[in-house]
């Protein structure tokens, strides 16, 4: 799973780095919880939040259903 999520934030990594920043991923936790971390502009921006919720986690949801939610670490 953890190999389909890595790839999945491959694939939004460019609309991030378009910006300046980009997106690491840290674990899966055992309840199903992806922790990622922001770079670059991305992790001092006012909408890094928004950024996690109403991009990645929508799309990661949306290609794995399990996932319960994307959190920045």
Do not use: W
Request: glycine share 6%; charged share 25%; with cysteine.
């Amino acid at each position: 799973m953890e190999e389909k999520i890595i790839a999945a934030l491959d694939n939004i990594r460019p609309f991030l780095q378009r910006d300046g920043g980009d997106v690491e991923f840290v674990e899966l936790t055992a309840d199903n919880v992806v922790k990622v971390r922001l770079q670059g502009h991305c992790a001092g921006c006012p909408h890094a939040q928004m950024t996690i919720k109403q991009g990645i986690e929508r799309l990661l949801k949306e290609q794995y259903p399990e996932i319960t939610a994307v959190e920045s670490v």
